[in-house]
């Protein structure tokens, strides 16, 4: 077991993580999706060229995920959390300067891989520390900065924009390295009993209970993947509305994004977090399949169901991975690794095969469609899988 920290330095490390999945997933990948349009009326890319180049951060977040344990064990959790973040603000600066699609492509993909490594290792690295009765709180506000990101860059973009595209980068830029300076000493130290490098057998993190969740969650995963990419370019001209009003819809997916981890987890502390999952299973399966079908005012309710989602999803899974592991914090951190691993791989691949269908039908309504089947999918699932545990016995404060 890892030693608690005092409320202070445990919330100087909540705040620490805040600021990764800020940096390295809410800004790094979310500002992306309102520039999208921009982009293209710009003439720097091609309308399919800009959809393959947000599949880049989404393969790029696969790697992140691949490699982020193996680094932590070489140089140190700490080490690389720093080192990530680092590179996502660098990797806005790099894309100021419109070289070529393969220069985009390398520099999108490897603020992806800040991002994947952010996400293994931001929460298995501050979760121990943390009495049992608040991790849910504390998953959520860590996850809060994805979907602050989300706000931000609805609300920010367009406001840098007024400087050119070259502008928005590197302001982007700039407020990511002001993050990763403020969050530098927050992450805290590997403690005896949790060394990243702390080996566990490949049997415990493939049991029953866990593979389930993987499989579940890499169809979360799956159904995520239209609105993170597609929702502004499909309002602004798929449906025709033009870029204020996509850029609306994407501003009410970030306010439902920037309360999702919060209300999530405090949901997790009270009701348990496999109850909550499925909860929001039902919730979200609703609201991506109605996007296909709505197109008036309900696109605003589908939009912050679906923000909420994003980053609400992540401290249920990191917190139920947590219980499966009955508080062995070298097994959570490797059943967390492969759970982030799973939702990558199904990130990826609905990215790439999303983008294939794009490309070929020009129509952002079936991906939609199959993004609700795809999260109705992994409900059943969840209800048809064994037991995984008990419920823990939550503490009161």
């Given amino acids: 077991m890892t030693p608690e920290m005092n409320p202070k330095g445990y919330r100087h490390a909540m705040f620490a993580g805040f600021a990764g999945s800020l940096v390295g997933i809410g800004l790094a990948r979310f500002a992306y999706t309102p520039l999208i349009p921009v982009l293209i009326e710009a003439g720097w890319f091609a309308p399919s060229d800009v959809v393959y180049l947000g599949a880049a951060n989404l393969a790029g977040y696969l790697a992140g995920a691949l490699a982020a344990r193996t680094m932590a064990a070489k140089f ?10 680092l590179l996502a603000a660098v990797a806005f600066f790099a894309c100021a300067v419109p070289i070529s699609f393969s220069w985009y492509f390398i520099w999108r993909f490897l603020s992806g891989l ?20 608040r991790r849910g709180l504390a998953g959520g506000i860590i996850f809060t900065g994805v979907g602050l990101g989300i706000a931000l860059s609805g609300t920010l973009v367009p406001i840098l924009l007024i400087f050119g595209l070259t502008g928005a980068w590197i302001g982007l830029g700039v407020i990511s390295l002001v993050l990763t300076l403020a969050a530098w000493s927050g992450w805290p130290t590997d403690t005896p009993g949790v060394k990243s490098s702390q080996p566990v057998p490949m049997s415990n993190t493939f049991a029953n209970r866990f593979l389930a969740l993987y499989v579940v969650y890499a169809l979360v995963a799956v159904g995520m993947v239209p609105h993170m990419v597609c929702l502004v370019d499909y309002v602004t001209r798929g449906l025709g509305q033009g870029f204020h009003a996509g850029a609306v819809q994407w501003i009410v997916f970030g306010i439902g994004a ?9 949901m997790a502390d009270r009701v348990g977090f496999r109850t909550a999952l499925r909860f929001w299973l ?25 923000g909420l989602f994003v980053p609400g999803m992540v401290p249920l899974v990191v917190g139920y991975t947590l219980d499966l592991a009955g508080g062995d914090a070298a097994l959570h951190r490797a059943a967390w690794s492969y759970a982030t691993t799973a939702f990558a791989l199904g990130q990826a691949a609905a990215a790439y095969g999303f ?14 469609e199959l993004a609700g089947a795809a999260l109705a999918i992994a409900l059943v699932i969840d209800f048809i899988a064994p037991a995984w545990v008990r419920e823990p016995e939550r503490s009161k404060p």
């Fill in 282 to 306: 039902v919730v979200e399966a609703a609201a991506v399949a109605a996007t296909a079908f709505i197109s008036g005012g309900s696109l605003y309710a589908t939009s912050f169901i679906a």
């Fill in 76 to 85: 140190s959790a700490r080490l690389v959390l720093r080192a990530v973040m």
């Fill in 114 to 133: 800040a991002g994947g490594a952010v996400m293994v290792l931001a929460a298995s690295t501050i979760l121990p520390h943390v009495p049992v009765h």
């Fill in 355 to 368: 983008s294939y269908l794009f490309e070929r039908t020009g129509s952002y309504v079936s991906l939609f």
């Fill in 258 to 266: 920037v309360s999702g981890a919060l209300i999530t987890g405090r």
